[in-house]
């Protein structure tokens, strides 16, 4: 059974910076392309960031220049870096693995979510 298990969320100040974490297991991640999406209330899942197997990455524009998605398969782990944070960044953030398709990435398997508050 895959699970994955997101960490690293938290209260940070407009300005500040937070690493989150995805520790997959059941799976090996290495032949999946990843993705981290986010919520906030009364919106719909929005995708955030993708890796794919080869390390490829892309961004939502609104985070484009101040998060960094990245891999590290020996870790089965993908993590966020989130840098220059906005109040409008706080939201839950989840993990996903999935594939891509001919509209894109696909997600599949999601995280349980970690809360991030950006907040003065």
């Known amino acids: 059974q895959v699970h994955l298990v997101e960490s690293g969320g938290g209260l940070v100040q407009p300005g500040g910076s937070l690493r989150l974490s995805c520790v997959a297991s059941g799976i090996i991640i290495t032949s999946y392309p990843m993705a981290w999406y986010r919520q906030t209330p009364g919106k719909e899942r929005e995708l955030v960031a993708t890796?794919?197997?080869?390390?490829?990455?892309n961004y939502a524009d609104v985070v484009k220049g101040r998060f960094t998605i990245s891999r590290d398969n020996a870790k089965n782990t993908i993590y966020l870096q989130m840098n220059t944070l906005k109040p409008e960044d706080t939201a839950d953030y989840y993990c996903?693995?999935?594939?891509?398709?001919?509209?894109?990435?696909?997600?599949?398997?999601w995280g349980q979510g970690t809360q991030v508050t950006v907040s003065s």
């Open positions: 890796i794919r197997i080869a390390g490829t990455t």
């Open positions: 996903n693995l999935g594939g891509y398709g001919v509209s894109g990435y696909r997600p599949t398997y």
